[in-house]
Each structure stands twice: as structure tokens, then as C-alpha cells.
């Protein structure tokens, strides 16, 4: 009998010090330094404030990760970490990686959760979501609006001069409304989201000089009275995980009435394949739910599918965007949105 190599449990025990080590350098600035030119540890830790006894072997750590290279004495980017680490850049995600350390908390309550069923926390909640979302949706904007671009780009919603009647449900920093918006420039966006985080919308939709087509309300989108048949186009976009089962069906039925005959649901979330057990991504996701909810959950394409047409929308299907998860398309009735 072959011997079994702890290797993966080994792994997976120290998967946390990868998260660490690139907190670190966010919290050090350590990517924005190096972004400036490449420079030897020594002059790192001084720019740093760092030990510089320390700092050489940190910066074999980031490099393992393959974030630096080293040439010679000197340390520079790769071009992971020059896309994505660097502060300043529309493309920063170093907000999203120090949101770990409010994360992290709430994993390590899962096996109390597991016993007494009862949450870390439950963003399920107004107040809870207000304060948790508020300081990080516009974080997410650099993950979200390539997303959104190449939906633009792909879902055709007929000549781009014509005026779109856009809701954007649970906007955030309203990525997805905004390319819309922005390839249909007569457009306008009603955005619902709670007042802290529309704050955070209103500024990230200020800095793109599109304020002059939204109209933001400051609302609970499980509470706020729809307008029937007024729409073009709505999106709802990673709302329904946190929403129990109920909760997640009404609204659909909520913005199925809200939508003009033709008009277009985009349905953005984390979704389960048909087996139930992948991708991995989904699966984790579904468990994160256990800890940060009460009552959500990650579903599957299926199960969306199948509850958008007992609503009454028609052509429903998954629509790819090159990105970690597909979007859901539904279209109320049969008649096409295109005048």
C-alpha cells in the first residue's frame, strides 16, 4: 500500500499566509513604491519604514506569490501586481484584499455557526449590510465593470441613440448600470441601494461625469414599491444570495411586474453548476453564506431559470462575459425590446 502525502492538508493549513503576506504589502504600500521603479530591499525598507533585516525575506514571500521579480539586486513589479496592486489605478483590487481582514473573522465562526445555526453576522439585515457593504462596493468596481463592458458589448438591446429606462436594484457603486449607460448615452438609471451605499454610488458615478442620468433612491430593495411596466432594462445584480428563498422569488415577481412587455432582466450572481459540487468558487461562496446570513444561499442557474419562468419571463439563458460566472437574461413576454 502506497503511502498517503499530507501535502494538501499541509497546503490548505498555511493557505491563510498567502492572504497574509499580500495584506501586508497592501497595508505597506509596498506594490505603489515598487510601481515608481524598481529598488533594492534596502532602499524598499527604507520607503517602507520597515526592518530591513526582515524585509528581504518578505520579499521572497511576494515573490513566490508572483507579484515581484528580482533582477540582480533590485526588486520591480510583475505585471499581475502593476494591474492590479498598484493604488491609483481604476484597476485596484488592494481595497478587496484588506476587506479579508473583516472576512477571515467570520470563516473561523463557521463551526459555532454549524452547531447553533446561528450567523456571524446577517447581512440579510438592513443595518448589518448598510455598514458591512457601504466601505466596500466601490472596491469591487475594478472586478465588476469589464464584466459589464462585455455584456454591453454582446446583448443587443436594438440601436444604441435610443432612451433605456434602467433600474439598477441594490446599484452599489452602480458598475453595471453605468456601462449601459454609457454605450446608451439617452439613457436614464433609477438606483436603489441603501444611504450608505449610495453614498458611495453617487461619487462613483460623479467621478465618471454620469450623474446627470441617474436619480438614486435610498431604499430597501425587499421593502421599495416597483412601478409596473415602466423599464426597459433592469439589473439585479449579487443581491439574491444574501435574500432567503422567498425573499429572492418575490423580488424576481417584483421586477417582472416592473418591466415593460419586451424589457430585459439582467441577473448577476454567484452561481452552482447542475451537479451541485462545482465550481469551487460557488461552493465556498454557498458556505461563506452560512457564516455572513441567516437565511442565504448560493443557487444554481437552474433554480434561477426556473423561477424567472414561473414569473412569466420568457427566453431565459445564460449569457457568458468572461468572468468567473455567467449572467442570467430574461426577457418578460415575447414581444422584443427594440423600438
Keep these: 500500500m502506497s ?45 517602507a519604514q520597515i526592518s530591513p533585516e526582515a524585509t528581504e525575506r518578505f520579499l521572497k514571500g511576494l ?38 481582514l473583516d472576512y477571515l473573522p467570520a470563516w473561523f465562526h463557521l463551526s459555532r455557526t454549524l452547531r447553533t445555526t446561528h450567523p456571524y453576522r446577517d447581512l440579510g439585515k438592513r443595518d ?10 466601490r472596491d469591487l468596481f475594478p472586478l465588476v465593470y469589464p464584466l459589464a463592458r462585455r ?14 429606462r434602467i433600474m439598477d436594484v441594490g446599484a452599489g457603486s452602480a458598475a453595471w448600470s ?19 451605499v449610495v453614498a458611495q454610488g453617487r461619487q462613483q458615478i460623479k467621478e465618471m461625469e454620469l ?28 443581491v439574491c444570495r444574501f435574500l432567503e428563498d422567498d425573499q429572492a422569488r418575490r423580488l424576481l415577481e417584483q421586477l417582472y411586474q416592473s418591466l415593460r412587455d419586451g424589457g430585459v432582466l439582467v441577473l448577476a450572481d454567484v452561481f452552482l453548476n447542475v451537479d451541485d459540487i462545482s465550481p ?12 455572513n446570513t441567516s437565511h442565504g444561499r448560493v443557487r ?4 434561477y431559470q426556473s423561477w424567472s419562468e414561473q414569473c412569466g419571463f420568457r427566453q431565459v439563458y445564460p449569457f457568458n462575459v468572461n468572468g468567473p460566472f455567467p449572467v442570467i437574461i430574461a426577457t418578460k413576454g415575447t414581444t422584443a425590446c427594440v423600438e
Excluded at 444554481?300 to 433554480?303: Q, V
Aim: hydrophobic share 50%; charged share 15%; glycine share 4%.
Design 300 to 303: 444554481s442557474l437552474g433554480e
Design 178 to 196: 453605468a456601462a449601459f449607460v454609457q454605450s446608451y448615452p439617452a439613457s436614464s438609471v433609477v438606483a436603489i441601494d441603501l444611504p450608505a
Design 280 to 291: 469551487a468558487s460557488a461552493v465556498i461562496l454557498d458556505i461563506s453564506m452560512l457564516v
Design 63 to 100: 515573490r513566490v506569490l508572483g507579484l515581484i521579480e528580482q533582477f540582480d539586486d533590485e526588486y520591480q513589479l510583475t505585471p499581475l501586481a502593476a494591474q492590479f496592486l498598484v493604488e491609483g489605478k481604476t484597476s485596484y483590487l488592494g481595497g478587496d484584499t484588506l476587506a479579508m
Design 151 to 164: 455584456l454591453v458589448a454582446g446583448l443587443d438591446l436594438g440601436e444604441h441613440s435610443r432612451s433605456l
Design 211 to 238: 450623474e446627470q442620468h441617474y436619480s438614486w433612491v435610498e431604499a430597501d430593495l425587499t421593502d421599495f414599491s416597483y412601478p409596473s411596466n415602466h423599464y426597459e432594462l433592469i439589473i439585479l445584480a449579487h
Design 3 to 47: 503511502e498517503v502525502n499530507p501535502k494538501p492538508i499541509l497546503d490548505i493549513n498555511y493557505a491563510f499566509a498567502q492572504t497574509a503576506l499580500l495584506v501586508a504589502a497592501i497595508q505597506l504600500h509596498i506594490f505603489t513604491y515598487l510601481a515608481e521603479g524598481a529598488l533594492s530591499s534596502e532602499s524598499l525598507a527604507t520607503v
Design 128 to 137: 448589518v449590510a448598510e455598514k458591512f457593504f457601504a466601505p466596500r462596493v
